[in-house]
């Protein structure tokens, strides 16, 4: 284990000791309480998401998003540390405005074969002992867009069989703490230049609740089966799990972006997808600098709205 990672950690141990936290580590035989709920139901185009600018801890971008899509989010998307624990405060909070988090959880300073052979379980049983006694639906990723190059576990930096194997590891060790609320999302880049074949990291199907896809419309020519389709085929050789667009939002240079946004919600609807988590943010990072943020586009706001009130479910599940 990395020194900087051991020494948050053991803060972490610390900090949860002093709290009184019930948390499990090593061979403590404390009772585990019931989960209130087990993965969330599967339905078709009830799940409206966003990744909101400064959430956590801010709740500010949410209500921002919620305003000018006409809808009250139903899952938040956020990305954690390794060694971050599980932030139960903000999870509280998202719970009193019926959130359900869903928490992308980023091993960019971890070891993609020493979680696999066990080195950060202390970590990993904190983390997962404080989404099971959260009680409530939370939905969890892994290592997203493994498939692609750009990130540190992602295609030609580390095997696939090695990241499966990481990937069962955690799935398995969260089940073994009782933490039964979990959504499992197995997140993919979108099929393209540079991506390796998405069968290499298929963890199995025991392992894998919902299957997430990355994927943004950034030119005039990009439609929901030029962005999304290609994966989507590719997905449903491997397997019949419901899929979410994990992370998704249409480009001002997109030209028309009234039309893209009917596209997207009409593809999804009309592919029999969960929902849309959209990235609402200004992004100056990778070859496209595009601001994708709803707030500041009145077509794409207008359009937005239009797309969650025809297209996605009437009365949309909760966090309770």
Same mark, same amino acid.
């Given at each position: ?16 000791? &002093?709290?009184? #936290? ?17 993965? &969330? #139901? ?21 209500a ?29 909070? &998202? ?6 988090? !869903? ?14 052979n ?17 009680? @409530? ?5 892994f ?18 069989s @090695?990241?499966?194997?990481?990937? /069962? ?35 199995g ?15 005039? @020519? ?37 039309a ?5 919600? /009409? ?13 609402d943010?200004?992004?100056? #990072? ?25 297209? !996605? #479910? ?7």
């Amino acid at each position: 284990m990395r020194s900087g990672l051991a020494v948050i950690l053991a803060v972490a141990l610390a900090a949860a000791a &002093l709290g009184g #936290a019930a948390f499990r580590l090593g061979g403590s035989s404390s009772p585990r309480p019931q989960t209130a709920h087990a993965s &969330l #139901a599967p339905n078709q185009a009830s799940y409206l998401g966003v990744f909101a600018p400064g959430a956590p801890p801010s709740y500010d971008g949410v209500a921002s998003f919620a305003q000018a899509a006409g809808r009250q989010p139903n899952l938040l998307g956020y990305f954690s540390g390794w060694a971050a624990p599980f932030d139960t405060s903000f999870a509280n909070m &998202l719970r009193t405005h019926h959130i359900i988090p !869903l928490v992308q959880i980023d091993p960019t300073d971890a070891t993609i074969s020493a979680i696999a052979n066990g080195t950060y379980d202390d970590y990993l049983r904190l983390y997962a002992d404080s989404v099971r006694n959260f009680r @409530t639906n939370v939905v969890i990723g892994f290592g997203q867009e493994m498939n692609a190059p750009w990130y540190s576990w992602g295609y030609g930096h580390v095997p696939a069989s @090695t990241f499966v194997a990481a990937w /069962q590891h955690i799935v398995t060790l969260f089940r073994a703490e009782g933490a039964n609320n979990v959504t499992w999302l197995w997140t993919l880049q979108v099929d393209g230049p540079g991506t390796g074949p998405i069968a290499s990291w298929w963890p199995g199907a025991s392992y894998v609740t919902w299957v997430g896809l990355d994927g943004f419309y950034y030119r005039p @020519t990009d439609t929901f089966m030029s962005v999304f389709g290609k994966t989507i085929d590719q997905v449903r050789t491997l397997t019949g799990k419901p899929v979410l667009l994990s992370e998704t939002a249409v480009g001002p240079d997109t030209d028309n972006v009234f039309a893209k946004i009917q596209d997207l919600f /009409q593809g999804l609807v009309g592919d029999g997808l969960l929902g849309l988590v959209w990235f609402d943010k200004d992004q100056h #990072a990778g070859i496209y600098h595009q601001d994708w943020r709803l707030e500041d586009n009145g077509n794409a706001k207008t359009s937005f709205a239009l797309g969650a009130s025809d297209e !996605l #479910a009437k009365t949309l599940p909760t966090g309770q």
